[in-house]
Nanobody
């Protein structure tokens, strides 16, 4: 099975930056589409960014466009989320997710579209 391990979370001041990492293991066919979600207390889990690992195409939530960048290092089986110009409203638990053995990433924007999840890493912006 796919295992996903997030790291890089922490506490930063507004306007600061963090880079989250998601180290993945398991068969590559389960990781054709990788995503970052976040969930704040009392709110639903929402998609932040996703990447089609074959083509490199990326997709972002409107709330983070221009501030966050998702990228991959295939040699390291790692997906990153570079977060710049952080705002207090970005405070949440951030989760890495893999879609599973399903082709397509363009329309995979919902939590239910992803089969595998990491344990999460906390990001706090004050």
């Amino acid at each position: 099975d796919v295992q996903l391990v997030e790291s890089g979370g922490g506490s930063v001041q507004a306007g600061g930056s963090l880079r989250l990492s998601c180290a993945a293991s398991g068969y590559t066919y389960n990781r054709n589409c990788m995503a970052w979600f976040r969930q704040a207390p009392g709110k639903e889990r929402e998609g932040v960014a996703r990447i089609a690992t074959g083509s490199g195409n990326t997709y972002y939530a409107d709330s983070v466009k221009g501030r966050f960048t998702i990228s991959q290092d295939n040699a390291k089986n790692t997906v990153y989320l570079q977060m710049n110009s952080l705002k207090p409203e970005d405070t949440a638990m951030y989760y890495c997710a893999a879609r599973g053995p399903t082709y397509g990433c363009y329309s995979a924007s919902a939590e239910a579209d992803f089969r595998y999840w990491g344990q999460g890493t906390q990001v706090t912006v004050s």
